[in-house]
């Protein structure tokens, strides 16, 4: 099994929603990062939301503020975003992410990438 194995990407229509999963099969007992990333072609990889696991804060990136949600299960190894109101803007190949020596949320240099879900969504 891959370090990171992403789930839950497919299409919807503008304003629907979709829940991406990301379980870690192998990770630090604390003080790591756990984000998601997305890309489209031609263009460079962008962090959408990260989790510091040490205090639980959390970063989104502006543009899905108000309508993205990270959280983690901790029990099952399992970091979740949910995707709301779902724009033209958000079709991208999603990445889950892993920082095993973060700082903080917004200061992550991933030494793990999972292998990536489409995300489609269509007005």
């Known amino acids: 099994q891959p370090p990171l194995l992403e789930s839950g990407g497919g299409s919807v229509q503008s304003g629907g929603s979709l829940r991406l999963s990301c379980v870690a099969s192998?990770?630090?007992?604390?003080?790591?990062?756990m984000a998601w990333f997305r890309q489209v072609p031609g263009k460079e990889r962008d962090g959408v939301a990260a989790i510091y696991t040490t205090d639980a804060s959390t970063y989104y990136a502006d543009s899905v503020k108000g309508r993205f949600t990270l959280s983690l299960d901790n029990a099952k190894d399992t970091l979740y975003l949910q995707m709301n109101n779902l724009k033209p803007d958000d079709p991208a190949i999603y990445y889950c992410?892993?920082?095993?020596?973060?700082?903080?949320?917004?200061?992550?240099?991933?030494?793990?990438w999972g292998q990536g879900t489409q995300v489609t969504v269509s007005s």
């Open positions: 992410a892993y920082d095993r020596a973060c700082l903080a949320p917004n200061v992550l240099i991933p030494d793990k």
């Open positions: 192998e990770y630090a007992d604390s003080g790591y990062c």
